[in-house]
């Protein structure tokens, strides 16, 4: 490890400032090139203790990075996570200030709701199943609290994986009879198509992201609860918005959900 505790926690404090200021901030691999993962969550962990302790509750987690899209728009080869605060759950046709984010961007994905924990390590695709209560057609909304996107994987990390929003349709779709990875999905912009993709773009199949999710949470000793939403990743590159824009994903078997920004 690079960083002392203190430090960690002196970087977490910047990015919290720099989210409730939306005053981004420079690379924190720029000021640390030898920053690691496990640095990086280490500031994360700092910002989730932060945020707990102003009242704040977590609400499922987010596995970022699962497709080839993302990890080659951030040059990256392996997936990070962050947790979901209740505070950025939003409902489907919810209108977002863009005020309130520094450069947002949307990601079309297959939320998972579970109705049974997970704690790794040993658990499987088929486990997720069995523990989902269904799926929802969902947007996450991004943001990097770094200035301009110049992010490695050690800043997306610790920049709380770079979620910022979640929004999730009201139909809950059980997976039984469903083939995720079969799951096709089109994203419109103002009407306009911008991007396509299906459930195997996240990790080959959205379940397995979940189970990594739980595998990797579980080995830090932190279990996917009941209730829970977890998002499993994108299923195409991520796609830039701007005030005025209203955002549309549409799902096969799950149906559509939107988010508009003023």
């Known amino acids: 490890m690079s960083l002392t505790d203190e430090r960690a926690r002196l970087l977490a404090e910047r990015l919290v400032r720099a989210e409730r200021t939306r005053a981004p901030i420079p690379p924190l691999t720029s000021e640390h090139p030898d920053l690691t993962p496990e640095d990086a969550y280490r500031i994360q962990q700092h ?57 947002p961007r949307v990601e079309a994905e297959i939320a998972f709701v579970l109705e049974r924990p997970l704690r790794g390590p040993g658990v499987t695709s088929l486990d997720v199943l069995r523990a989902t209560a269904g799926v929802t057609a969902a947007i996450e909304v991004i943001d990097s609290r770094i200035e301009d ?34 799951t096709g999905m089109v994203l419109e912009r103002n009407g306009e198509v911008v991007s396509t993709g299906a ?34 990743g994108a299923l195409h590159a991520a796609v ?22 003023r």
Do not use: C
């Open 199 to 232: 459930g195997a773009a996240a990790l080959g199949n959205p379940a397995h992201a979940v189970a990594w999710a739980a595998n990797t949470l579980g080995a830090l000793g932190v279990t996917l609860e009941a209730g829970h939403v977890v998002m499993p």
């Open 240 to 261: 830039p918005v701007a005030p005025g824009d209203v955002v549309r994903a549409t799902f096969d078997h799950l149906g559509p959900v939107t988010v508009r920004f």
């Open 149 to 182: 996107w110049k992010i490695r994987l050690p800043d997306t990390i610790a920049d709380l994986a770079s979620t910022a929003r979640v929004v999730v349709a009201g139909r809950l779709v059980p997976t039984s009879g469903l083939d995720l990875r079969l």
């Open 47 to 103: 910002i989730v203790a932060i945020r707990t302790a102003d009242g704040e509750r977590i609400a499922g987690y987010k596995v970022g990075l699962t497709s080839r899209a993302m990890q080659e728009m951030l040059g990256v080869g392996q997936p990070d996570y962050g947790p979901i605060f209740s505070s950025w759950l939003l409902e489907d046709g919810a209108v977002l200030a863009t005020q309130e984010l520094i450069a």
